[in-house]
């Protein structure tokens, strides 16, 4: 487990077609070696005055950056890997996305059946991992599907709303009448 509790990381996606249609510019340059972004002005029309400010990059450093040919695997490999082991070993661990509509996030968690996302590459992760162990070990894995949102809880897979956040001393803090599902093998059925 590394030193440090909190990463993040950046991923640039590339212009979509609504984007390239009108032509926009892509100011951001992707630095992975330096885990920095650039963020570039945008080319001026003549018609704007040339203050020397306003060409001034501005460049953020995060803990990895990735860039718009990027696969889901990559940052799996480089990022997420290392979180999903440290469960293995006991660890309470979150992955999550935040970013405008239309960004990535879904592309990035659930991927597509050619470059499955950090969700699929999980569960292959923890499979792997109990596949090693000896037979007399026995691990249940379970998943749950919520969504939070305006903070209100919701069950994804049977709906129920309002869901409450609760504590205990035995489960710690949990959300109370979340479905819980039991995960097998079928994991299969979504790799190529
Ligand atoms: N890294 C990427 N490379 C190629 N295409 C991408 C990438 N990230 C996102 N896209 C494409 O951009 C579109 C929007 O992505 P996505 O649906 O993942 O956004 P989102 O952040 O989940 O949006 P929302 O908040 O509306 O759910 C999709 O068509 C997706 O395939
Ligand atoms: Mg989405």
């Known amino acids: 487990m590394s030193t440090e509790n909190i990463k993040v990381i950046v991923r640039c996606r590339p212009l979509n077609k609504r984007e390239t249609s009108f032509n926009a510019q892509n100011i951001i340059t992707v630095n992975s070696n330096a885990a920095q ?7 001026k029309t003549q018609t704007q005055n040339d203050n020397p400010e306003e060409h001034i ?25 290392p979180v999903v082991q440290a469960v293995t070993q006991g660890y309470n661990a979150c992955i999550f996305t935040y970013g405008q509509t239309g960004c990535g996030k879904t592309f990035t968690m659930t991927g597509e059946q050619s470059n499955v996302g950090c969700i699929v590459n999980s569960f292959d992760c923890i499979f792997d991992y109990i596949s090693t162990l000896p037979n007399s070990v026995q691990i249940i894995l379970k998943a749950s599907y919520i969504e939070i949102h305006n903070e209100k809880i919701k069950d994804l897979v049977t709906n129920l709303n309002d869901l ?13 009448n979340l479905s819980e599902y039991i995960c097998a093998v079928q994991k299969l059925i979504y790799k190529k």
Do not use: W
């Open 37 to 43: 972004i650039i963020v570039n002005s945008p080319n």
């Open 164 to 176: 409450q956040v609760n504590e205990s001393k035995e489960l710690g803090i949990y959300v109370g």
């Open 57 to 81: 990059q501005q460049i953020f450093t995060f803990d990895k950056v990735f860039g718009t040919q990027s696969m889901n695997i990559d940052l799996f490999n480089q990022s997420f890997k």
